[in-house]
């Protein structure tokens, strides 16, 4: 049997029409990246690493603000474990027993677990900026470059200073309160690495080259293995924790006194 001319032109319309939808149809993403969803998981430290309890998420919202709404996704949480989260960025709030952490994050095919941080710090400087001083004990060889780093354990802040050769210090800008692998090192190859607590009250530092030790003050605290056994829970942070409460009972006595005057 024979087809017309215009049957089979018909036929071969049809052909090329499916041919080419079958092509563009293998070319796209099986799933656009925004309607992709994954597992996703927390965990909250304090600002030392310290474990937290009784953690649960508050709000996990949505920044994405095209659509006019940010929808909030904490229902899909099980305690710190969510399920089917639409890849994207979110403000998460999670509220502990001890502390309430804020922090923005993101959820991905590579990246489905955050570690979030309280934030211990008290006092922010509105005019000077503050720094913390770290001075190097001994004398250095001619055109030898000395430098310190400082990379936040639980937090996401690196910082990194010379040593100056008419002074022997290097200087930090107003570091965050947490955890931070400090590692000094040289162009000739020295290098020392110690984990040091602290807040941003620290000042003052003093390092000795030959023992690869840190001489801190107060306001700052060189780990020990018996630090880490105990949870952070030794003599230092014990008093930290006493003199943030002293500070925040008299702040909420002058606010009160300051009340009862007007």
């Known amino acids: 049997m024979k087809l017309h001319h215009n049957e089979q032109d018909r036929g071969r319309k049809q052909l090329s029409s499916a041919v080419a939808c079958a092509l563009a149809y293998t070319l796209l993403?099986?799933?656009?990246?925004?309607?992709?969803?994954?597992?996703?998981?927390?965990?909250?430290?304090?600002?030392?690493?310290?474990?937290?309890?009784?953690?649960?998420?508050?709000?996990?919202?949505?920044?994405?603000?095209?659509?006019?709404?940010?929808?909030?996704?904490?229902?899909?949480?099980?305690?710190?474990?969510?399920?089917?989260?639409?890849?994207?960025?979110y403000e998460a709030e999670i509220v502990c027993r001890e502390a309430r952490i804020g922090k923005w994050v993101?959820?991905?095919?590579?990246?489905?677990?955050?570690?979030?941080?309280?934030?211990?710090?008290?006092?922010?400087?509105?005019?000077k900026v503050p720094h913390l001083a770290i001075r190097i004990d001994g004398s250095r060889r001619p055109g030898e470059t000395w430098w310190i780093t400082l990379?936040?354990?639980?937090?996401?802040?690196?910082?990194?200073?010379?040593?100056?050769?008419?002074?022997?210090?290097?200087?930090?800008s107003d570091p965050d309160p947490g955890s931070y692998m400090v590692n000094v090192l040289s162009s000739t190859?020295?290098?020392?690495?110690?984990?040091?607590?602290l807040v941003e009250r620290t000042r003052l530092w003093t390092f000795d080259p030959a023992a690869c030790s840190f001489y801190v003050d107060a306001y700052a605290h060189v780990v020990t293995d018996e630090d880490k056994r105990a949870l952070k829970t030794t003599?230092?942070?014990?008093?930290?924790?006493?003199?943030?409460?002293e500070f925040w009972h008299a702040l909420e006595k002058a606010e009160k006194h300051s009340h009862s005057q007007r």
């Open 235 to 245: 003599s230092w942070y014990q008093q930290l924790r006493k003199s943030d409460d």
């Open 106 to 127: 993101k959820v991905s095919a590579s990246n489905g677990f955050e570690v979030v941080s309280e934030n211990r710090r008290i006092t922010r400087s509105d005019h």
């Open 151 to 172: 990379r936040g354990v639980y937090q996401e802040r690196s910082d990194t200073a010379e040593f100056q050769t008419d002074t022997g210090e290097a200087r930090i």
């Open 189 to 197: 190859g020295y290098n020392c690495l110690r984990e040091i607590d």
């Open 29 to 89: 993403p099986s799933r656009l990246p925004s309607q992709q969803h994954f597992n996703f998981t927390i965990a909250a430290v304090g600002a030392f690493g310290e474990p937290l309890t009784g953690c649960r998420v508050e709000s996990f919202r949505s920044t994405d603000t095209a659509v006019g709404k940010r929808h909030d996704y904490k229902d899909r949480f099980q305690d710190l474990v969510a399920q089917d989260i639409p890849g994207g960025e």
